[in-house]
């Protein structure tokens, strides 16, 4: 059930960003935005989707949400590529877009998919109260910017030149930023939909974070790159720390997992229906990519 | 009082975002976010704070949203200046952000500054009605992504590759969308803001928009680099065409002493109480940066 909804998922927020895209005047940076936002496991997209269907919203004003925060995400991606930053060739799979276009093409791509995210959480589409559309936008940008995403991404770079590895706490803060605030974020969006609390989801969603960023350093180190569809061993080549350097295989494998326990209780106030979101959770720490 | 009102604007709007910024973590990032938004004659700021006092709007609501703008005009401005854009090392009389830092640094900086411009729309102290908020992070994002400034600085890359110069349809067409439609939304802000018709500012803009741009070819040719506070004469050694080279020196003045007339005119339905713009329309076409 899990699977099909993730794939189902998956190939709805696909073709609402080509349809939205195609609205947009033909360009080579609109077919390199097309390029971006296609493939990927679209987590954040699944999130959003399952937790706005456990507050009855309409999918299809949850699916303006989940292409958003796709196009978000697939922005970070593009210019986390970029040679300036992290400098990857492959992404998904397939070239990166300053590798099949240029550099140029790659830092326009990445500022227009940010900018269409936010355009699309303030269209009408996206819900008829203009107090839920602009609390997307707010929280969105608060998860994004420089006091969430693009702070965790500078920490990580300045990690790499700071003389010491991270210490657990540090390494913790860094990718609450740097991933953990845009899965929140994503897991939170259909309680802001429904105008539910979303405390129980941001619970859930800071674990499932944690565990997720904890899963990508075990698959970094024991990994198959054919399957990633990404180099791998990178972080170990740099001799950056990560939860395996700090906690060792074993125990950031046991830590991985008390995580998603946790994440799987805070979804009790939702009983059964919750039940794709805690497989989501143990997804995170199972899956090969 | 034209040049007096400027001065304030641009006196408030970086205070204004000085203190924005000092509510953000303490970081390198946040230091070249502070520093990006220093300078610049903030004619976007002006705009919006001049169409919002013309419709009764709180000044310290329009200020949010002159900030945003110009904090969404920095961004373009520290992407643009990148070795794989139009490699610049001084903006605004000083050492551009990834010279000063690096270039990484500079596509961090200006990936918050876009998100830091939505936050500020989509905040309360904007409007206390939604509606109005989303409308402008609606309308800005139009302004400014693949849509609008985005493809006009893609099609101003593509330009050189081209292979022809451009026609003076083309290059029309390219700078309403890389810089007439932040101009635009700036001069319509106010209007947004106060609930009223924006069409006289839109009219008004558009013209003034184009003169400004045709004015930077001029001061391209003829300026003085060391006011600018920016290298000269880059299009014309590129052998790229200009409404200069499209209109000969005169025929570029007479052109944008037209639009002038044009964007004065527009502005009839305000009277006198919009003399402000109207001398800030004569001023884009004599200013010295």
């Known amino acids: 059930m899990f699977q099909t909804r993730l794939e189902e998922t998956a190939a709805q927020v696909a073709a609402h960003l080509t349809h939205v895209l195609d609205g947009y005047p033909a360009h080579p940076v609109t077919d390199a935005m097309r390029y971006a936002v296609q ?3 679209r987590l954040r997209a699944f999130l959003v989707m399952e937790s706005a269907a456990l507050h009855g919203v309409d999918p299809q004003q949850a699916m303006q949400a989940a292409a958003a925060v ?3 995400h697939a922005y970070s991606l593009v210019h986390d590529d970029l040679p300036c930053m992290d400098d990857d060739d492959l992404r998904r799979g397939l070239p990166t877009v300053h590798v099949k276009w240029d550099e140029a093409t790659g830092v326009l791509v990445g500022d227009a998919l940010q900018t269409l995210a936010f355009e699309l959480l303030a269209a009408e589409q996206t819900h008829n109260n203009a107090d839920v559309r602009v609390a997307l936008v707010a929280s969105l940008a608060r998860a994004s910017g420089a006091h969430g995403m693009v702070l965790g991404q500078a920490q990580d770079i300045a990690a790499e030149t700071a003389g010491r590895p991270l210490t657990l706490e540090e390494i913790t803060a860094l990718q609450a930023n740097k991933t953990g605030a845009l899965i929140c974020w994503s897991a939170e969006a259909g309680a802001v939909l429904g105008q539910a609390d979303p405390t ?5 969603a800071t674990a499932l974070g944690l565990a997720f960023q904890i ?3 075990i698959l970094d180190v024991e990994g ?3 399957k990633a569809g990404k180099r791998l ?5 740099a001799g950056k720390a990560t939860f395996v350097s700090l906690l060792g295989l074993d125990g950031a ?3 991985a997992k008390t995580l998603v326990l946790e994440a799987e209780a805070a979804l009790s106030p939702y009983g059964d229906a919750a039940e794709n979101l805690r497989e989501a959770a143990r997804f995170v720490i199972s899956r090969e990519n």
Not at 233 to 237: L, M, P, T, V
């Open 39 to 41: 493939g990927g496991k």
């Open 70 to 72: 796709e196009a978000l």
């Open 200 to 204: 129980p989801l941001r619970t859930y």
């Open 215 to 217: 899963a990508d350093d």
């Open 224 to 226: 198959d790159a054919a």
């Open 233 to 237: 061993q990178k972080d170990a080549d």
């Open 253 to 255: 494998k046991q830590r």
